[in-house]
C-alpha cells in the first residue's frame, strides 16, 4: 500500500523567512503532484513533476522532485502573507490510477 | 468551461437517513474520484470511476457507502443510514481521459449528521 508521509503538519514562519515542506512516499511512483488549500475551500494544483530531477517553480514557491529517493520538497522563499494555506503533496499509484494524498501541512505566515 | 460541479455544499441530516452527494465532472472529464476529508486532516480516497464502471473502491467503507457514474448524468455517492461519524467534507475531482492527469476537484459536499 502507497504511503505517504508529510512534514511537518504545522508550520509558522515569519514574513520573509525561507523554509522547506517534506514529502515522502514509500513505493516507486514518477509522478506527484502538490495542490493548495483555503480555509473552507477546495484543492488546487499548483505543481505536477513528473520525472526524477524535475523542478517547477511559481513565485515564490518551488517544488522538485527526487524519484530515487522517494523525496519531493516545496521550498517556500521570502514568505509573505498570502501563502498562508494547507499544503497538501498526492502521489499517484501508477497501477491503480489514483492518487494517494499526505496529511497537510498547514502553514501560517506571520507579518 | 464550468469546473466541476457539486452539489449540495452543505447537506444536514439526522441519523439513520440517507445522504446522496452529486458531483458533475468537467466536460470532458471521463474520470470521478471521491474523497474524504475529516475535520484537520487530509484527504482519504473511497472510489475511482469511469463512465458506468467502478474502478476502484477500495476506500469506501464495505456497508452503508456506495458509489455510481452512470452514462447519463453526475456521478453520485450515497451513504444510507447515516452516522456521526460520517461528518465530513466530501471532495469529488476529474481528471481526462488519461487517468494520471493532475485532479480538478470541486468545491465539496459538507455532510452534518444531526
Known amino acids: 500500500e502507497l504511503k505517504v508521509e508529510q512534514n511537518p503538519l504545522f508550520l509558522s514562519m515569519q514574513e520573509g523567512k525561507n523554509y522547506t515542506i517534506y514529502c515522502n512516499y514509500s513505493?516507486?511512483?514518477?509522478?506527484l503532484y502538490w495542490y493548495r488549500q483555503d480555509p473552507g475551500k477546495s484543492l488546487e494544483s499548483l505543481f505536477v513533476l513528473l520525472s526524477n530531477g524535475a523542478v517547477k517553480q511559481e513565485g515564490r514557491l518551488m517544488a522538485s522532485l527526487d524519484t530515487k529517493a522517494r523525496l519531493s520538497t516545496l521550498h517556500i522563499t521570502a514568505a509573505v502573507h498570502d501563502l498562508s494555506a494547507t499544503y497538501f503533496c498526492a502521489v499517484v499509484n501508477t497501477n491503480a490510477g489514483k492518487s494517494t494524498f499526505g496529511d497537510g501541512t498547514t502553514l501560517t505566515v506571520k507579518p | 468551461n464550468a469546473g466541476v460541479m457539486q452539489n449540495p455544499r452543505h447537506l444536514v441530516r439526522r441519523r439513520g437517513q440517507e445522504a446522496r452527494l452529486r458531483c458533475s465532472p468537467m466536460?470532458?472529464?471521463?474520470?470521478v474520484y471521491w474523497y474524504r476529508q475529516l475535520p484537520e486532516e487530509g484527504l482519504k480516497f473511497m472510489v475511482y470511476?469511469?463512465?458506468?464502471?467502478?474502478?476502484?473502491e477500495s476506500g469506501m467503507p464495505k456497508e452503508r457507502f456506495s458509489a455510481e457514474f452512470p452514462k447519463e448524468g453526475p456521478s453520485i455517492l450515497r451513504i444510507q443510514q447515516v452516522v456521526r461519524g460520517d461528518s465530513a467534507a466530501y471532495f469529488c475531482?476529474?481528471?481526462?481521459?488519461?487517468?494520471?492527469?493532475?485532479?480538478?476537484f470541486g468545491s465539496g459536499t459538507q455532510l452534518s449528521v444531526l
Open positions: 470511476l469511469q463512465k458506468e464502471n467502478i474502478i476502484d
Open positions: 513505493t516507486t511512483s514518477d509522478r
Open positions: 475531482a476529474s481528471s481526462p481521459l488519461v487517468s494520471l492527469e493532475k485532479l480538478f
Open positions: 466536460k470532458g472529464h471521463s474520470h
